[in-house]
Every structure is written in structure tokens, then in C-alpha cells.
């Protein structure tokens, strides 16, 4: 199993990024697939989750109302679609699953079993 982060970067506040997790030795159907992040000094925190029967899709407190995930046609690659982007979403982003086809009701990270390296998203002000 292998989970690829790409497309953080600096932007200003109100502005947005779409990171991308492309994994394999895995499919779509078989896992729903989560968004962490972390910031300096603070825990890991879930962002979205998008499930993978239904793509019925959840979100953390932070993230409601300004952040989208979804997956590409072929659901090979998830997106996280970052908009209105504030200072406090810089953090390192990640993508992970648990082994589960379906998003929990709490993210808790130690649940978590395969984990992406990481993209680190910073956001200016």
C-alpha cells in the first residue's frame, strides 16, 4: 500500500489549492480514504474523508463549507479542493486509510494504518 501526496504550496489567505493523494496496491472500492493534517505544535487533525461505497463524503469542524474532496473518474487519485484558504490551515496535509470501507465518525490518527508522506500547505496572511 502507498499513498502519494503533491499540490501544497504557498498561497496567500483567500486563496486555494487542490492537493492530490494518488495511491496503489489498493483500490477505490476496498477503503475509504482520509485527509490529516498537522500543524507545529499541535495534533493531528482530521480534515475530510470520502467513502468508498457511495462516495458519501465527511468533514472535519475546520474544513466544512471551504474544503471539497472527491475523487477523479477513474478513482485513482483523491483531491482535497482547498478555497477561502486562512493562516491557520498551514499545517502538513496527508492522505492515510484504516482499512475500512467506510468514513468514521471521529478521525483518530492512531486508527490509521498506511499514511502518505505528506504536503505541506502555508498559508500567508
Known amino acids: 500500500v502507498q499513498l502519494v501526496e503533491s499540490g501544497g504550496g504557498l498561497v496567500q489567505a483567500g486563496g486555494s489549492l487542490r492537493l492530490s493523494c494518488v495511491f496503489s496496491?489498493?483500490?477505490?472500492?476496498?477503503?475509504?480514504i482520509s485527509w490529516f493534517r498537522q500543524a507545529p505544535g499541535k495534533e493531528r487533525e482530521g480534515v475530510a474523508c470520502i467513502n468508498s461505497v457511495g462516495a458519501g463524503t465527511y468533514y472535519g469542524h475546520s474544513a466544512k463549507g471551504r474544503f471539497t474532496i472527491s475523487s477523479d473518474n477513474a478513482k485513482t487519485v483523491v483531491y482535497l479542493q482547498m478555497d477561502v484558504l486562512k493562516p491557520e490551515d498551514t499545517a502538513l496535509y496527508h492522505c492515510a486509510i484504516d482499512g475500512l470501507r467506510y468514513c468514521r465518525t471521529v478521525a483518530v490518527p492512531d486508527e490509521y494504518d498506511y499514511w502518505g508522506q505528506g504536503t505541506q500547505v502555508t498559508v500567508s496572511s
Open positions: 496496491g489498493f483500490t477505490f472500492d476496498d477503503y475509504a
